[in-house]
């Protein structure tokens, strides 16, 4: 690998640096969007964190599935899991106790989901129940990026706003982690798993995840017609969704190396990012 990818893959790809600090900042947007009066730092670190720990941990039993003790003993990645884990424990005292309470279920059923079926209960196997593999991805996305960051707010929004807001970051989280069902999909019928893209083929879940993102974009401009929706947060929208539908659409892009671990990862990414700078310049 030349110098430059070298560098390039350890920043945005190697040990998942992109995936956590995308959370970190649609969490930071999701502020901005409702206009909630966040802990802001305190937040960021803490989603970046819990992102960051609960990927690599992912990541670890994917690709070492029977010898992921080896990587375990590794210095650095001890050391940094570690550090990730001390920070989540100081964090507790930073945050009101029923966001933790909150939360413990939400980091429970995503290590339910990355430890491996050896030694679990085979009722508490997530990934074996149809179609929870990208129900609860999109889910625990949805409620740590948006819901997290409205139970922390000094500030409370309408309810309705609220159930928008759910509603329409539910719908772009399965429209994008549909795509990684069909990566997965060969391995997962292997594994006797059901997701959607076992059942429904490649061309189908494609499609599927292009109606996803027509329907993220339908509501979000009804929403801003009825003043649901402002123009700070439906041009972020509509931009990411233009992206997504791109992405979507390029059948040899599917294929790509930097497909799912860059371009879609990152458009977590950049929503957030356009989130915040749209929210503090118009």
């Not at 009722?123 to 999109?138: E, H, N, Q, T, V």
């Not at 649901?228 to 659409?249: D, F, G, K, R």
Request: hydrophobic letters at 55%; one cysteine or more.
């Amino acid at each position: 690998m030349k110098e430059g990818g070298a560098i390039f893959n350890a920043i945005f790809i190697n040990r998942l640096w992109l995936l956590p600090l995308g959370a970190a900042m649609l969490s930071w947007g999701s502020c901005m969007q409702l206009k909630l009066e966040c802990p802001l730092l305190p937040l960021i670190t803490l989603t970046f964190t819990g992102t960051f720990v609960i990927y690599n941990l992912h990541w670890t039993f994917g690709k070492f599935p029977k010898g992921f003790m080896h990587h375990f003993k590794s210095f650095k990645f001890l050391s940094l899991m570690m550090a990730g884990v001390v920070m989540l424990v100081w964090l507790m005292f930073r945050f009101r106790i029923y966001t933790f309470i909150a939360l413990f279920p939400l980091g429970l059923a995503a290590l339910l989901y990355i430890l491996p079926p050896s030694g679990l209960p085979e009722w508490l196997y997530i990934r074996r129940y149809p179609f929870a593999k990208l129900f609860l991805i999109s889910g625990v996305w949805t409620l740590v990026t948006l819901l997290i960051p409205v139970m922390e707010s000094r500030v409370i929004p309408a309810k309705g706003l609220i159930l928008f807001g759910l509603s329409v970051r539910f719908i772009f989280f399965t429209a994008l982690a549909l795509p990684f069902d069909v990566r997965d999909r060969h391995r997962d019928a292997l594994d006797g798993l059901k997701t959607l893209p076992v059942l429904l083929g490649e061309k189908a879940s494609y499609a599927l995840s292009v109606g996803l993102t027509l329907l993220f974009i339908a509501l979000h401009v009804a929403g801003g017609l009825a003043g649901i929706e402002s123009w700070q947060n439906l041009i972020p929208s509509l931009i990411i969704a233009s992206m997504l539908l791109l992405l979507l659409s390029c059948e040899r892009c599917h294929h790509h190396t930097l497909y799912f671990i860059f371009w879609l990862d990152g458009l977590v990414l950049m929503f957030g990012v356009l989130l915040i700078v749209f929210n503090l310049i118009i």
